[in-house]
């Protein structure tokens, strides 16, 4: 299939160099015949092309004419990159001098060399260009025009994230499977310290998924302390998987051992530290597409060497049943998921390929008919869906997908949906994920970055807008899945399903490779390889890059390949270092003149070379995660600089702000001496998604501040300021206006007694209530200590994240902080916070008034899904439970003074999770009632609290826990409806004296009751078919519980210091059980 992407590559690359030519005539000195020869020899292969990929399937002699085509292609580009490189650096020179006010022409030997040389480089070029022409001739190939097909675009308008793409929490048919697995998981009747449970199933199955499914379920997270996620695909090393599960807890790569015994011991030592006041640890570890078990045994004795406690599980999802065998110690412990119904593939097409339209019924026979033709293979469904999605919605198009000779395997429909890219460019943009291993998780700027630095992207300031349309359309068709955003909804990671990866190698073979030790490349694939990821050493590697050297484009390296060989990579473009091994880069670094992408983020390289001054074409420059990393003076002359990317104070450079090209820049810190002042922000109004301003201390005054002219940068996303607790801020602030378009703002440690007045400052003249900032979807406000009010936010009508933290002067949330304007209407309804989702209240500790607007035609918080309130020991009640429809979690933690929580709480249908932890005064709660979608009940240290008042239906409730409530004396009868109830503890509760009948729990798998002295009756009836642990203790009163004899499913039971009449009830209860 590479040859698919071959004519891509030379359709978009010659079209590209006619382009630079073009643009290059004028600034070349003395070359503009030349270079008009160049052109018109570009054009003239450009006409054969079409004919020459059709026929290359059938000729081998045209294949080679491709391939050699391809290469003086290159070639042509990098010699006009020299002359774009050759203008780049006599700019930045004639710039220093004039700053120097020394002004010294170029040497004319220096001009005329450089010419002489460009001069026989395009002669060479057109000399071979020459030759394929007449190739072309002898060939018999056609020139003729190139049709393009324009398909319908998968995005449209100014906003490139507004594409529709596939929502990966919506997973259809397998609730059913999540429920088996966590079951194989969480009860077992063995006592195995490491016990496997494989999901095996073919190709696209969703073997993955429904383990990501299982990883994030609610029981197996309060099941296992600590959980990993290694994808270990091909290639089965020990060593890898152990650094993968050190770097769950840590991502500083110079702290992980690199040798087998000493990670073993560290891994132990984490695992320990979890552990916490628990007498046991269990962990979790998925191991995803497993193909070879040669080494588990060896991977076994290690993870039983980290935690020797029983109970441990990994789960290994395979294609292969020899694999799920040999791994699988214990019968009947692995699943197999079952295809998906033809309804079910369906209903995946459906939801893309309609695009929220209505389908006509000749269309809806037509999509079943394709639905059917899935197999019922999830992958199939969703690749199918993403193609008619970007098609037109008509019956002719859908039956030409429905009669295409693609269903015979999912490689081909995989190839199919390659082939409906809508350009040259972006095939390329997919054959380029063939660098990074399977289940790399990619992060979105950093992909388009590299996919710039290729010139992928071409060569404008829109180069970032263009890559996130390639993107997301990708994403539209499913070949990137499992998407990660932000609170503002931006794409942040996502990752490639390892079938799509395979396509990616495929098509990309013959340019990309990845070196690893298990690797069978030959030494004459490297001839023209563009780009390589070196995972590995080996005696191979030395002759290896002397070949591939001159031509690579791209090069990932894990080893320092500098050492490896003395000629230099003369046409690289992106260098990437990874890990600790790679210790200084050449002095001669800046000879890379092609160079656009370097990234040496989390290595143990200690200097950045003077000659890195000289990368004038350098695009992305990473320093992460550098602790000891010094810089030179000089960074300013890499005036193409676009992103930029440190952590660390020391690592920014001076006078950043000649860098005006910049668009990305996370954090600036504010300095007090020249080169490092706010102002230096000024320049760069290009900069776009998030940046953090640091010590802002070091501002002056107002003026000083508003010289950074943030109020300019319509382009970014997200701000943070971080006054560092500076005691003189309030004017400062005022100068740090941001641009209206603004989605996020979060202050910390502002110590000004009042809020900025742009934060709810209106748009222009307007009186229509809008503020400048009425964009905002979240607003953080942490340790502005000094802050006596608030603003009022309400204003805000996007805004759907507030959290307040560590604002301990504000006494009061009243009118000030709700909309100021009203209605002129009596019957109009004013919505208070209308879009906010999450509100979070953190350690405001002389908040003692919370107070709702007191109006019949207010709705307060419509959109209202989660509320937390942390550490606010003076607040007294929570009022708005009544008006919170949308409610789906509430947690109360540490309110000492708290003794109320509004009434109407029967409003908040769609509650789902409720937790109030440390709330001494709280005497009461409203009535529990109706709450039928409530999963999660939790009440702790609420010492006066009398009743836990279920009265009604709360059908859903999974787990009750109710923990040191010591005045506790009843719950509700209402519990009794709580049938689905799976986990039930009451502890430390020493005045209950009564439970709700609790007949027909047939679900209910865990009973904890502890320290309830006056507790007799625990009514239990069987059946109780799922009851599998069972713990009671310090209940002196308690009377045994009939029922739990005999019960097939009990492993575990813990009965200590109870009533009398239990000891002749365990006889027959050990008989019949089997416990761990």
């Known amino acids: ?40 020899s570009l054009e003239m292969i450009e006409d054969f092309l079409q004919d020459a990929m059709e026929s290359q399937t059938k000729e081998k002699a045209v294949k080679r004419w491709l391939t050699r085509l391809k290469d003086v292609a290159y070639e042509a580009n990098d010699v006009l990159d020299e002359f774009a490189y050759e203008i780049l650096r006599r700019k930045v020179e004639l710039r220093n001098q004039i700053w120097r006010k020394v002004l010294d022409f170029p040497s004319s030997n220096n001009s005329i060399l450089f010419r002489l040389k460009m001069a026989n480089k395009i002669k060479d070029i057109l000399k071979s260009l020459d030759d394929l022409n007449n190739l072309a001739d002898q060939f018999g190939l056609q020139q003729r025009a190139i049709d393009r097909i324009t398909p319908v675009p998968a995005y449209g308008g100014p906003k490139v994230e507004t594409i529709s793409y596939p929502d990966d929490s919506n997973i259809v048919g397998r609730k059913h499977d999540v429920s088996k697995v966590v079951d194989l998981l969480v009860n077992p009747k063995d006592e195995q310290i490491v016990s496997v449970v494989p999901i095996v ?21 309060r099941h296992f302390d600590v959980k990993f996620w290694v994808c270990v695909s091909d290639h089965f090393d020990v060593k890898r998987i152990l650094k993968e599960m050190l770097e769950h807890f840590t991502d500083d790569q110079i702290s992980i051992p690199q040798n087998m ?57 395979t294609r292969s049943e020899v694999v799920a065998s040999a791994m699988q110690a214990l019968p009947n412990r692995r699943h197999q998921p079952g295809r998906l119904k033809d309804e079910e593939c369906w209903s995946i097409i459906k939801e893309r390929a309609s695009r929220g339209c209505l389908v006509s019924h000749e269309l809806e026979l037509i999509g079943m008919e394709n639905a059917k033709l899935c197999q019922g293979v999830p992958l199939v469904a969703k690749v199918i869906a993403g193609i008619m999605c970007n098609i037109e919605m008509s019956q002719g198009t859908w039956l030409k997908i429905q009669n295409s000779d693609v269903w015979g395997s999912i490689e081909s429909v995989l190839q199919l949906s390659f082939d409906h890219l809508s350009s040259p460019s972006l095939k390329k943009c997919f054959a380029y994920c063939a660098m990074f291993p399977k289940d790399y998780c990619f992060e979105k700027e950093q992909l388009i970055q590299l996919w710039m630095a290729e010139g992928f992207l071409g060569s404008s300031m829109e180069m970032m807008d263009t890559g996130n349309k390639y993107l997301n359309e990708l994403l539209s068709i499913s070949l990137f899945q499992d998407v990660e955003k932000d609170t503002c909804g931006n794409i942040l990671t996502f990752k490639m399903h390892d079938m799509v990866h395979d396509l990616a190698l495929s098509v990309s073979k013959f340019d990309t490779l990845i070196f690893q030790e298990n690797s069978t490349s030959t030494l004459n694939e490297f001839f023209h390889i563009r780009h390589l990821n070196v995972g590995c050493d080996g005696e191979l590697l030395p002759r290896m890059l002397t070949m591939a050297a001159p031509k690579l484009h791209s090069l990932f390296s894990e080893i320092d390949v500098f050492k490896k060989l003395s000629i230099t990579f003369t046409s690289l473009r992106v260098l990437k270092f990874v890990g600790s091994n790679i210790l200084e880069l050449p002095t001669s670094l800046g000879e890379l003149k092609h160079l656009r992408y370097l990234d040496i983020s989390k290595t143990s390289i200690i200097e950045l070379p003077k000659s890195t001054t000289k990368l004038y074409n350098l695009q992305t420059l990473r320093l992460l995660g550098l602790r000891r990393l010094t810089i030179p003076d000089g960074l300013r002359n890499l005036i193409n600089l676009k992103h930029l990317y440190f952590d660390r104070k020391p690592i920014q450079p001076v006078l950043i702000g000649n860098l005006t090209c910049l668009q990305t820049l996370p954090i600036f810190f504010v300095g007090s001496e020249k080169g490092h002042r706010v102002k230096e922000l000024g320049s760069l109004n290009e900069l776009r998604g998030e940046l953090r301003i640091r010590d802002l201390r070091h501002v ?45 703002l979060i202050v910390r440690n502002y110590r000004g007694e009042s809020f900025p007045s742009w934060m709810f400052k209106p748009v222009g003249d307007s009186n229509t209530g809008l503020l400048l900032l009425n964009n905002l979807m979240e607003l953080e406000l942490i340790n502005c200590i000094n802050c006596e009010s608030l603003p009022p936010l309400d204003q805000l009508r996007n805004l759907q994240l507030l959290k307040l933290e560590n604002l301990g002067n504000v006494k009061c949330m009243a009118n000030e902080f709700y909309c100021n304007e009203s209605s002129d209407s009596k019957n109009e309804v004013i919505r208070v916070f209308p879009a906010l989702k999450k509100l979070t209240l953190v350690g405001m500790g002389s908040l003692e008034e919370w107070t709702t607007m007191e109006t019949t035609n207010t709705i307060m918080f419509p959109c209202l899904e989660e509320l937390h309130i942390f550490h606010c020991c003076s607040l007294r009640s929570v009022p708005l439970m009544g008006q919170c429809s949308s409610l789906k979690k509430l947690c109360i933690l540490a309110c000492e003074k708290l003794s109320k929580i509004g009434d109407g709480f029967t409003t908040s249908t769609c509650l789902k999770e409720l937790e109030l932890d440390y709330c001494p005064n709280l005497s009461s709660i ?63 509760c020493r005045n209950l004296t009564s439970v709700p009948n609790l007949e027909g729990f047939s679900a209910l798998q865990r009973l904890k009751v502890v320290s309830c002295d006056r507790l007799e009756i625990v009514p239990l009836k069987a059946p109780l078919p799922s009851l599998k642990e069972v713990m009671i203790s310090d209940c002196p009163n308690l009377k045994p519980i009939p029922s739990l004899d005999g019960l097939s499913s009990l492993t575990e039971l813990t009965i200590n210091r109870v009533g009398e009449g239990w000891s002749c009830l365990l006889p027959n209860m050990l008989r019949s059980n089997k416990f761990v």
């Not at 073997?207 to 029981?219: E, F, R």
């Not at 999963?935 to 836990?948: A, H, I």
């Open 1 to 40: 299939m590479a040859e698919a992407l071959l004519g891509a590559v030379l359709e978009e690359l010659v079209s590209k160099l006619i382009s630079i030519a073009a643009e290059q005539t004028s600034l070349a000195w003395g070359f503009q015949k030349e270079l008009k020869r160049l052109r018109d």
């Open 201 to 221: 199933g073919m190709a696209g199955l969703g073997k993955t998924t429904l383990a990501k499914l299982v990883y994030d379920d609610l029981n197996v997270k």
């Open 261 to 317: 015994s000493a990670m073993i011991k560290k891994l132990k030592e984490k695992i320990e530290r979890a552990k916490g006041e628990k007498d046991q640890i269990r962990y979790l570890l998925v191991l995803d597409d497993v193909w070879d078990v040669a080494k588990w045994k060896e991977l076994k004795d290690c993870l039983i060497g980290v935690n020797q406690n029983e109970g441990n599980r990994v789960i290994v999802t």
């Open 700 to 744: 002056r005054d107002k003026q000083e501040a508003h010289g950074a002219y943030l109020h300019l940068k319509e382009k970014l996303c997200k701000v943070i300021f971080d006054f560092s607790w500076s005691n003189n801020c309030q004017e400062e602030i005022e100068g740090l206006q941001p641009h209206s378009n603004l989605q996020s």
């Open 926 to 988: 409203p009535n529990l009632e109706g709450f039928s979608s409530l999963l999660n009940l939790s009440v702790f240290r609420c010492d006066k609290l009398n009743v836990v008042p279920i009265v009604g239906s709360c059908s859903s409730l999974e787990k009750l826990s109710i923990i040191h409530c010591e005045n506790l004396s009843k719950i509700g009868d209402g519990l009794n409806t709580s049938t689905c109830l799976k986990e039930l503890e009451l502890s430390f």
